[in-house]
């Protein structure tokens, strides 16, 4: 494939920190993105996904789906250069870690990261 039909993704963490850039294909799928991720995590972070379906990507506000290519994820930019595209990442943990244990919820607030003990809405 030409170097010019690469797509550039970076992948924003919770605390501001990249992962990458990397080039993909457009026929790459969002699971193959996720898996990279997990593969790339940082090891000195306190939150990391155990596996790939513990990451939700979200590019221009949206939830990417993982049968879904990075070239059909990729939203135009009209006449603006090629650039790298940040992911955002979010990190969830499986549902029966959340039924055992607490988990944090990361919130992303104008560039202002903050993470929520949820454990309170675990208690009955």
């Known amino acids: 494939m030409p170097e010019e039909d690469l797509v550039e993704l970076k992948f924003r963490l919770y605390d501001g ?3 990458g850039p990397f080039r993909y294909s457009p026929a790459s ?3 193959m993105l996720k898996e990279r991720i997990v593969t ?3 090891k000195d972070k306190k ?3 155990k596996a790939a379906n513990d990451v939700k990507l979200i590019s221009a ?3 990417l789906e993982n049968n879904k290519t990075v070239g059909q994820c990729r939203v135009p930019f009209g006449e603006l250069p090629r650039g790298v595209i940040t992911m955002h990442v979010v990190v969830q943990p499986s549902l029966a870690k959340a039924k055992t244990g607490s988990f944090h919820l990361v919130l ?3 560039t202002l990261y903050a993470f929520l003990d949820t454990s309170f809405l675990l208690r009955t």
């Open 108 to 110: 992303k607030v104008n």
């Open 47 to 49: 939150i990391a996904p």
């Open 29 to 31: 799928t969002v699971a």
């Open 17 to 19: 920190s990249d992962i």
């Open 61 to 63: 506000g949206k939830i």
């Open 40 to 42: 790339e995590w940082p």
